[in-house]
């Protein structure tokens, strides 16, 4: 057992616990207390393994702080990379102002330095100031946005329901085997996708039988938000897009950066959160134009 003393308070020092039922329950009620879900469902579904690694410090019997370490593979420009993410970082509010992220961070930082392409995270707008004082860099990303054109196909569209087991199975294959559509493309990491599709998405997976495609997209007023899309076989992005998009709809925006964005308006993102990077890659990125998948978010 492994304990950490900050400012003169010891604590429970726990990673990659996942499969403990009692420090797994401390993760989820910490989580739900501050961002209003769990892992519990993602857990018992079998898709938590062994990518999402917590490390967090324990009061007592209470779990009080927290960041997690994502294992994340992508094909970032032609190129196989292992990237480290960060996510999940957040500290019980009776606990703050002690530097318990700022000993978690260190530590995990320190634990992957050397063996990944970069470290990265998405930080919302109150901590911009905490997280550059571990060396991490803002990186701009971009959004390939576009008008839609109404175009009349017969290719049918059906919705797959997340709560049937047949249907997941069917979407983690497709997954799993899908090509790359996007110049940053994460891979080998179905169980992150199924998170997003299996909770906050459930209501948004769709099926095009004609392509063989999965899209994951939402409809808002007069614009389609294609998240992801996970196709086995080589199809113009168009061809997909087309199929689904209404009459109503007027504007088309992606949440990746296509291979071809040729026919599209690059934007600057600006989502809710900011994107920092450190180690070797951070070049490579703020010297392109490309955005994170959105579903590759931990």
Not at 115 to 135: E, H, M, Q, R, T
Not at 213 to 236: H, N, Q, R, S, Y
Not at 259 to 270: K, N, R
Not at 275 to 280: P, T, V
Request: proline fraction near 2%.
């Amino acid at each position: 057992m492994e304990y950490a003393k900050i400012n003169g308070k010891e604590y429970q020092f726990v990673v990659g616990y996942g499969k403990n039922n009692e420090l797994r329950k401390g993760l989820n009620d910490l989580t739900k207390k501050i961002f209003g879900f769990d892992f519990e469902q993602w857990y018992q579904d079998g898709y938590w393994k062994n990518q999402y690694i917590p490390y967090s410090l324990i009061d007592g019997d209470k779990t009080v702080s927290n960041v997690s370490v994502n294992l994340m593979d992508f094909k970032v420009f032609g190129e196989e990379k292992r990237y480290i993410q960060l996510g999940t970082v957040m500290t019980d509010p009776d606990y703050r102002e002690q530097g318990l992220s700022r000993v978690l961070c260190e530590r995990a930082i320190a634990d992957y330095r050397d063996k990944c392409d970069l470290i990265y995270l998405f930080a919302n707008n109150s901590v911009l100031g905490f997280y550059p004082k571990f060396g991490f860099k803002e990186v701009k990303q971009c959004q390939c946005v576009k008008k839609a054109v109404a175009i009349h196909t017969d290719v049918s569209v059906k919705k797959l329901t997340m709560s049937d087991f047949n249907n997941r199975s069917f979407l983690i294959d497709k997954v799993t085997n899908a090509i790359p559509i996007s110049k940053v493309s994460m891979r080998a990491n179905a169980e992150l996708i199924m998170f997003y599709c299996t909770l906050f998405m459930k209501n948004n997976v769709y099926y095009l039988d004609d392509y063989d495609a999965v899209i994951i997209a939402g409809f808002t007023e007069d614009t389609l938000k294609v998240m992801d899309i996970f196709c086995t076989k080589d199809i113009p992005l168009d061809s997909i897009l087309n199929a689904l998009a209404n009459e109503s709809v007027s504007r088309i925006n992606l949440f990746f950066t296509p291979q071809d964005t040729s026919s599209y308006e690059t934007i600057l993102f600006e989502g809710d959160e900011t994107l920092f990077a450190m180690r070797k890659d951070l070049l490579l990125l703020k010297s392109n134009q490309f955005m994170f998948p959105i579903l590759s978010h931990a």
